[in-house]
């Protein structure tokens, strides 16, 4: 989430760009027809909330994107961006006498659906809406991959870092509550650098930890359980289970038997140390799921703590982003308009398309070049010059 400035100019125009790029991906891996209700609880979908169906805090209830467009037109509707195992409420009990136009049977209510105050508006710890008419600060929101709040970055507890290898964030409310993590931060998140509060002044402590653990880490030849090692360690664990013994084991006999053991890779990181300052937001590159240890007691630790989906690589934005622009959900718009045409309509239309984001190119680079600011009416003068331009052709074609 980003706020919006009051004047814009070209940074506003390419962020606006960067901004509509993203909601078309969210967006694509959602299915605009159909309601996702058949699909049960959808791995990932785009979601949203009506206020003026639910406008009752103690009723919070999401609609699939369908829905948002076909039964919730004209609505005071708000965008939640993505939800993890969420089944669309349009109509259920929660809508009273409001149905669903897609699907009229639904049940009255989704019970594993997870809801928090993000479906009444409000976001972060501090309970702000979004936007925030009283706040002119213009803080960028970063979502948690865990409780899928949105936080002010100011509101992290620590120094937001920006490169685009790191992309996913646990808020340090998550991190408590699954403390095991703070093992792998140590060892694969990024340095944090906590704000600490002193009586004369405000200074950021750049923790670097790990500098020494490096050295004395594993081999690659030894590298502990991971998801891609799974199969491998779970025939080892088979063989050497504790319940059934060889009977060399059992008569003290090594001669001719062989046993392996599952390596735990939390054990080693753990032995290995340092700890982490267990402070703050914790800000992870996207690689770093697969360095969770996938040993059975770990496996029963995820489950426990209701977090087994980060063993699932696709759970994450980018894998749905992603597969929404590579599958039927998420085929370009372009494509989609021009699938119901022929080929010389087609053409048309790709080269109008085409000869748009050159002018717009150009439009901005020049506007960049003269220092000007990106104004409405200069914007219209620009669409104008564009149909005008087209008129001329179109003329010159019919003659």
């Avoid at 200074?203 to 790990?210: M, R």
């Avoid at 080929?343 to 000007?372: D, H, P, W």
Wanted: aromatic share 8%; net charge negative.
């Amino acid at each position: 989430m980003a706020a919006n400035k009051e004047e814009p100019d070209i940074d506003d125009s390419l962020a606006s760009e960067e901004e509509l790029e993203q909601a078309l991906a969210v967006l694509a891996g959602s299915d605009p027809e159909n309601c996702s209700y058949s699909r049960g609880y959808v791995k990932r979908q785009a979601v949203f909330a009506c206020s003026t169906c639910t406008p009752n805090a103690a009723e919070p209830a999401g609609v699939c994107l369908a829905c948002a467009n076909k039964c919730h037109e004209g609505h005071d509707i708000f965008e939640l961006y993505t939800k993890r195992n969420f089944r669309c409420d349009c109509g259920n009990g929660k809508f009273g006498e409001f149905k669903c136009q897609l699907i009229l049977a639904k049940d009255e209510q989704n019970d594993r659906n997870q809801y928090n105050h993000n479906f009444n508006g409000r976001y972060c710890t501090c309970d702000r809406p979004y936007p925030d008419a009283n706040d002119q600060s213009n803080d960028e929101m970063i979502q948690c991959i865990i409780c899928e709040d949105w936080l002010h970055s100011m509101h992290l507890g620590c120094t937001t870092v920006e490169p685009d290898e790191l992309q996913e964030m646990i808020c340090e409310t998550c991190m408590n509550k699954f403390p095991l993590l703070w093992t792998y931060a140590a060892h694969f998140a990024a340095p944090p650098v906590i704000s600490v509060s002193q009586p004369e002044e405000e200074v950021e402590v750049d923790v670097e930890e790990g500098a020494e653990k490096e050295e004395s880490s594993p081999s690659r030849d030894e590298e502990p359980s991971t998801s891609v090692e799974h199969t491998k360690q779970e025939e080892a664990a088979n063989r050497s289970s504790p319940c059934k013994r060889t009977h060399e084991e059992m008569t003290g006999s090594t001669a001719n038997a062989t046993t392996k053991t599952v390596v735990c890779r939390l054990e080693e990181l753990q032995a290995e140390g340092p700890d982490r300052q267990r402070q703050g937001a914790v800000f992870w590159p996207y690689s770093w799921r697969s360095q969770l240890c996938t040993c059975m007691s770990c496996k029963k630790l995820y489950v426990a703590a209701e977090v087994q989906f980060l063993m699932d690589q696709s759970d994450t934005i980018l894998a749905y982003e992603n597969k929404g622009m590579d599958e039927p959900f998420g085929q370009h718009p372009l494509m989609a308009l021009t699938n119901s045409m022929d080929r010389v309509q087609q053409l048309e239309v790709i080269y109008g398309f085409n000869e748009f984001t050159t002018s717009m190119t150009a439009f901005l680079e020049q506007c960049v070049a003269e220092g000007k600011t990106v104004t409405v009416e200069a914007v219209h003068q620009f669409f104008e010059e564009l149909r005008a331009k087209k008129k001329r052709r179109t003329n010159a074609g019919n003659q």
